[in-house]
């Protein structure tokens, strides 16, 4: 909320507390919305989602095997937690006391657009609905409890996530570059003045759309475009400045386009944004030369950053009120290919999140001696989103309705994971 909408309300307050025609019981009720208000600015919950877009070998990574045709040629390693991890993810051993993993993710999806959304919505695709990325779930419901932001409460950054579905435009990702630049490219160049006159021109075309009575899509639209104005002209968006960062936080995020775009995903959270995903560069669909392309690059890039973020939450106090989700569409297969690479598999594999209140330093559930198989109790994605909704405080039982009228459970009807939430 604005210095000067504060002041507004408070003079307001007191003049009508002053005033003989009120009565002491209006008083005290407005005093109490007042302090609501308050209680809910400072509700910082958000979620960050480090995406791996093409499927991380997770058996390489989270879930080592040793002395069988599975393994690979890297060896685990002890961490601050109970539990082993990949030998070229040192920071990250360091403060997996914080962190945790999910190894007995058993998901159907082995094709990367299938896949990717289950992984983000909860739910199979369905030709007959378009069910909204969780981002935009976050972002419809905590967006709106947070009135002094003024960009959008979902930041999508180095890539699009999936859209909105039938919870409208107005909780679609906001797209921007990993330097911080705008990917709309109708916002970019635009001075002041032309600013103001496109908005002017288009609030009227748009007034005229509304009262016609053409649904819901012209009121969305408008609304949209007013986070994106609000985007360029708000102090804001001074949270995509990751450069602003003294250099040793940058050094700690590792100095890499990875490293900045999780800065700007603090700052981000640090204004208010409850739901921001950020895209690794490069790609993990390594159906060849796996071990090298992960040493060389993917890990050490990666290491850096998650043990950054982690440590950076931390040292600032953000960490009980901020779940980090680290995962891709699926796992890569416990048996190596003829290129030495790993290939697609969702039947058994590993995501890695933390904070938000969750147990740090467990894995939860195993997979057999190979990989292959599950033992025990396997989880979906609903299950994976459920225990973030959880973390953020939004109720499980919510129910949003499709397009259709159909009701359409909160995270595909999952189920928290216990071991993470007790």
Not at 387 to 411: E, Q
Request: aromatic letters at 6%; proline letters at 5%.
């Amino acid at each position: 909320m604005s210095h000067s909408r504060g002041m507004s309300r408070r003079h307001f307050l007191s003049h009508l507390a002053t005033s003989s025609l009120m009565a002491p019981s209006a008083v005290h009720f407005l005093s109490n919305l007042e302090v609501h208000a308050a209680e809910v600015s400072k509700n910082r919950k958000a979620c960050i989602l480090i995406w791996l877009q093409g499927g991380a070998p997770t058996i390489d990574m989270w879930d080592l095997k040793q002395g069988v045709k599975t393994a690979g040629e890297f060896n685990p390693i002890s961490t601050a937690g109970d539990l082993q991890i990949c030998e070229h993810l040192p920071e990250t051993a360091k403060v997996m006391d914080s962190l945790s993993v999910v190894r007995s993710m058993s998901t159907r999806e082995a094709d990367h657009e299938r896949g990717r959304y289950y992984m983000h919505t909860a739910y199979v695709p369905n030709p007959t609905v378009v069910h909204p990325t969780f981002g935009s779930v976050v972002s419809y419901e905590l967006g709106p409890q947070r009135p002094d932001l003024e960009i959008p409460a979902f930041i999508s950054i180095g890539g699009g996530s999936f859209g909105p579905g039938f919870l409208g435009m107005a909780n679609a990702p906001f797209v921007v570059q990993a330097n911080g630049q705008i990917t709309n490219a109708q916002m970019q160049g635009m001075d002041e003045r032309r600013l103001q006159q496109r908005l002017a021109m288009l609030s009227v075309v748009e007034e005229s759309f509304i009262k016609s009575d053409r649904g819901e899509l012209p009121v969305a639209h408008k609304d949209v475009y007013g986070k994106a104005i609000n985007l360029m002209t708000s102090d804001q968006m001074k949270a995509f400045k990751a450069d602003e960062e003294p250099q040793q936080t940058r050094d700690l995020y590792g100095g890499t386009d990875f490293g900045n775009s999780l800065i700007m995903a603090r700052r981000l959270i640090e204004t208010g944004v409850p739901f921001v995903e950020v895209q690794f560069p490069g790609g993990w669909d390594l159906h060849q030369d796996v071990f090298n392309s992960l040493r060389d690059q993917l890990l050490p890039n990666l290491d850096k950053g998650l043990a950054g973020l982690t440590r950076d939450l931390k040292e600032r106090g953000m960490w009980d009120d901020t779940v980090i989700v680290c995962m891709g569409e699926f796992g890569r297969t416990p048996r190596i290919n003829q290129n030495v690479g790993r290939d697609h598999w969702a039947r058994s594999w590993s995501v890695c999140l933390g904070g938000g209140g969750l147990t740090g330093g467990i894995a939860v559930g195993e997979t057999n001696e190979d990989g292959t198989e599950i033992i025990g109790k396997s989880y979906l994605p609903g299950d994976l989103w459920a225990t973030v909704a959880h973390a953020l405080g939004i109720p499980l039982d919510r129910v949003h309705k499709s397009n259709r009228g159909r009701p359409m459970k909160l995270a595909g009807g999952g189920t928290p994971i216990e071991e993470l939430i007790a």
